[in-house]
């Protein structure tokens, strides 16, 4: 299962509560938990920031797409960078690069305003 696929089945979950009467519709079919766990084995981190925004945004998430993210960051990473926009294809994302976690993620829509700062370097993947 991806990640695309376990996003967009993850919806918001109400508190948690200890009774045996909670319903069972408040939880997804995948739950967080699992799509934490997949968030774990990525190759690159994301703040909890980039997750809402990813899921919020439905942004097209995929294999092929963090494969080039974590390109990005490497490139970025060889050249000295902290902070790095990385542009690919209609998604753009700020890296940590330092630490591999992505800080946030938008799509065109969200680029509105073409003006992206706190950044050091731009890798377009």
């Not at 919806?11 to 069972?24: E, M």
């Not at 994301?46 to 990813?54: C, G, M």
């Not at 630490?99 to 305003?113: F, G, P, V």
Request: aromatic share 4%; hydrophobic share 35%; glycine share 2%.
């Amino acid at each position: 299962m991806s990640i695309s696929d376990l996003y967009r089945a993850t919806v918001p979950v109400a508190p948690a509560t200890n009774s045996p009467t909670a319903p069972s519709s408040t939880r997804s079919p995948t739950g967080p938990n699992e799509f934490q766990e997949l968030l774990k084995k990525q190759t690159v981190n994301f703040s909890q920031h980039a997750q809402t925004r990813i899921q919020s945004r439905e942004i097209p998430w995929s294999p092929q797409l963090e494969k080039r993210v974590t390109q990005g960051i490497d490139a970025a990473e060889k050249k000295g960078s902290r902070e790095a926009l990385i542009l690919a294809d209609d998604v753009a994302v700020i890296a940590n690069v330092k630490s591999r976690t992505i800080i946030t993620a938008m799509d065109r829509n969200q680029m509105k305003e073409k003006i992206f700062t706190n950044i050091d370097s731009a890798v377009l993947v």
